[in-house]
């Protein structure tokens, strides 16, 4: 029979065995996350160039981050590119969701084929979109080989419509996602209020417009949270399409950041911009977090 101290130790080994095994997890995130965050926001305050520079200058980072042209067309950019990007989105992922929801053959088939494009990162969606526009070998090249030479397609050269390629490769590769959170939330709507709904006597457009969408209002808000944090942070999938051009075209604040960090040795004024970028985030996620806390009993 095992000693009483010999039992408490083991108790108490298999109490803290789960704090042991997430203790190295933790504190790397802790450091390479929140350590670095802050730093990023301390080098906003100095005079960093090519190398971190301890020299406090304040806020004059943010006049000049704010007073230069590269940063406002950042700014536009974004706004164009976010809002198409949550709306043709949520209607694409609404649409399909509802298509599924209704019980049709194939669906299991289907699913996968939607929520494919996810699986990708970023990158290799926007070189295969890149290759697909592209006026030398993608889709232009190819009607012009079938015999249509009238047929033209180059927005990814054309100042005025190269963002909307960014568009394009974005809602193609997430709208699966958004589809599977509002099939999700159909799934969990109860039948027994659409029967009665229906006895009633409304209609499939009533049906959907006053019960079904108004019980979608937490899938709405969570596609709304994710594809905003997915569209401030496209770095990856701007860089591999467009590379920001033509010219300042689809430059966004996360390639800005990169560019007046690492290539243009204005460390202070990337600093600044991340930190718009950490703040705009916080301002849509800190409200949704609290929301989601405070309904939970």
Same mark, same amino acid.
């Given at each position: 029979?095992?000693?009483?101290?010999?039992?408490?130790?083991?108790?108490?080994?298999?109490?803290?065995?789960?704090? $042991?095994? !997430?203790?190295? =997890?933790?504190? @790397?995130?802790?450091?390479?996350?929140?350590?670095?965050?802050?730093? &990023?926001?301390?080098?906003?305050?100095?005079?960093?160039?090519?190398?971190?520079?301890?020299?406090?200058?304040?806020?004059?980072?943010?006049?000049?981050?704010? @007073?230069?042209?590269?940063? +406002?067309?950042?700014?536009?950019?974004?706004?164009?590119? @976010?809002?198409?990007?949550?709306?043709?989105?949520?209607?694409?992922?609404? &649409?399909?969701?509802?298509?599924?929801?209704? *019980?049709?053959?194939?669906?299991?088939?289907?699913?996968?084929?939607?929520?494919?494009?996810?699986?990708?990162?970023?990158?290799?969606?926007? #070189?295969?979109?890149? +290759?697909?526009?592209?006026?030398?070998?993608?889709?232009?090249?190819?009607?012009?080989?079938?015999?249509?030479?009238?047929?033209?397609?180059?927005?990814?050269?054309?100042?005025?419509?190269?963002?909307?390629?960014?568009? $394009? @490769?974005?809602?193609?590769?997430? =709208?699966?996602?958004?589809?599977?959170?509002?099939?999700?939330?159909?799934?969990?709507?109860?039948?027994?209020?659409?029967?009665?709904?229906? %006895?009633?006597?409304?209609?499939?457009?009533?049906?959907?417009?006053?019960?079904?969408?108004?019980?979608?209002?937490?899938?709405? $808000?969570?596609?709304?949270? %994710?594809?905003?944090? !997915?569209?401030? *942070? =496209?770095?990856?999938?701007?860089?591999? !399409?467009?590379?920001?051009?033509?010219?300042?075209?689809?430059?966004?604040?996360?390639?800005?950041?990169?560019?007046?960090?690492?290539?243009?040795?204005?460390?202070?004024?990337?600093?600044?911009?991340?930190?718009?970028?950490?703040? #705009?985030?916080?301002?849509?996620?800190?409200?949704?977090?609290?929301?989601?806390?405070?309904?939970?009993?």
């Amino acid at each position: 029979m095992a000693a009483p101290a010999e039992v408490d130790f083991r108790t108490r080994l298999q109490d803290s065995l789960p704090r $042991l095994v !997430l203790a190295p =997890s933790f504190a @790397a995130t802790l450091l390479f996350v929140y350590g670095f965050i802050l730093f &990023t926001v301390y080098l906003s305050f100095t005079g960093s160039k090519m190398l971190p520079n301890f020299t406090w200058v304040g806020l004059e980072n943010y006049r000049k981050l704010w @007073a230069l042209d590269a940063w +406002w067309i950042a700014i536009s950019n974004i706004a164009v590119f @976010a809002t198409l990007y949550i709306v043709i989105c949520t209607a694409i992922g609404l &649409t399909l969701a509802i298509f599924l929801d209704q *019980k049709i053959r194939g669906e299991g088939l289907l699913r996968p084929i939607y929520l494919y494009p996810m699986a990708l990162s970023f990158i290799v969606t926007g #070189t295969a979109w890149k +290759w697909f526009l592209d006026p030398g070998i993608g889709l232009e090249h190819t009607m012009h080989l079938w015999g249509w030479e009238s047929f033209s397609f180059t927005w990814i050269k054309d100042r005025n419509m190269a963002i909307y390629t960014i568009v $394009l @490769a974005a809602v193609w590769q997430t =709208s699966g996602f958004v589809m599977a959170m509002f099939l999700a939330g159909l799934r969990g709507i109860d039948n027994e209020i659409l029967k009665a709904a229906q %006895i009633d006597g409304a209609s499939n457009w009533q049906l959907y417009r006053r019960i079904v969408i108004p019980m979608l209002r937490p899938a709405f $808000l969570s596609a709304f949270v %994710i594809l905003f944090h !997915l569209a401030i *942070k =496209s770095y990856d999938l701007v860089i591999a !399409l467009t590379g920001g051009g033509p010219g300042r075209a689809t430059e966004l604040p996360a390639t800005f950041m990169y560019s007046y960090t690492f290539t243009r040795n204005s460390m202070g004024i990337g600093a600044s911009s991340a930190v718009i970028m950490l703040m #705009t985030i916080a301002a849509i996620m800190v409200p949704y977090l609290y929301a989601e806390l405070k309904e939970k009993p």
